[in-house]
């Protein structure tokens, strides 16, 4: 069964540094997304991304992150000046389609993220 | 915005015993609810669902009901085993945000031998 994977399972950085975060989402799914879990929380939702756009984008999803499909498998987090807040679980989700019965989001396993 | 609410905290059950996790929401516009199982450091994965046209859905020894009146749903799982301890989350998504998932603050489940 095909699964999202996401590059590297744990990535540690200096606080005010750039970090990438990697993903493959299952391959003829449409729809793109980025949640992270401070540890011990809830999940909580970032983006979501379409299209080759962003669909939606939570109050999180400030200025210092961006999210791209440099090709037809990939999709990034970039987090352009790390702060120790950002350390977190982040997590890739795919999905077919939005809407109708298409739209169950599946999950990759994680990046921790640990910001020094 | 949507908000999700999510009862209790922690359970703890016997082998065997039943266990229910419920869930509210606030948007009456939410009309998909999926319930994810995450073992410890693990991703999330989703376990079951229902979408507001329908009130039961049922698979094997788990089970989600919806009441969309009093907007809340709830987990059940029969005949606990072992294997079932984890963290449970619900989440709620509404046409009026969009794709993306309310994810409830979920329930540490710990099933007894």
């Known amino acids: 069964e095909p699964e999202v994977t996401q590059t590297p399972s744990h990535q540690v950085t200096q606080m005010g540094q750039e970090v990438i975060l990697r993903c493959v989402p299952i391959?003829?799914?449409?729809?793109f997304y980025w949640y992270r879990q401070i540890l011990g929380q809830k999940v909580e939702f970032l983006v979501s991304f379409y299209n080759n756009e962003i669909s939606e984008k939570s109050e999180i999803f400030d200025d210092q992150f961006s999210v791209e499909r440099p090709d037809g498998s990939n999709f990034t987090l970039k987090i352009r000046s790390t702060k120790l807040e950002d350390s977190a679980m982040y997590f890739c989700?795919?999905?077919?389609?939005?809407?109708?019965?298409?739209?169950?989001?599946?999950f990759g396993p994680g990046t921790r993220l640990t910001v020094l | 915005g949507e908000n999700v609410e999510q009862h209790p905290s922690t359970l703890s059950v016997q082998e065997g015993d039943s266990a229910v996790i419920k869930c509210t929401y606030s948007?009456?516009?939410?009309?998909?609810f999926p319930w994810y199982k995450q073992e410890l450091g693990k991703r999330p994965q989703l376990i079951i669902d229902i979408r507001s046209n329908v009130g039961e859905k049922k698979d094997q020894r788990i089970a989600v009901t919806l009441n969309k009146t009093a907007k809340h749903f709830s987990l059940h799982i029969t005949e606990t085993q072992p294997e079932d301890s984890a963290v449970y989350f619900c989440?709620?998504?509404?046409?009026?945000?969009?794709?993306?998932?309310?994810f409830g603050p979920g329930t540490r489940l710990s099933v007894l031998p």
């Open positions: 948007d009456s516009a939410s009309n998909y």
């Open positions: 989440a709620a998504r509404s046409d009026n945000y969009g794709q993306n998932f309310v």
């Open positions: 391959s003829n799914h449409l729809y």
């Open positions: 989700a795919s999905s077919l389609l939005a809407g109708g019965s298409t739209d169950t989001q599946y």
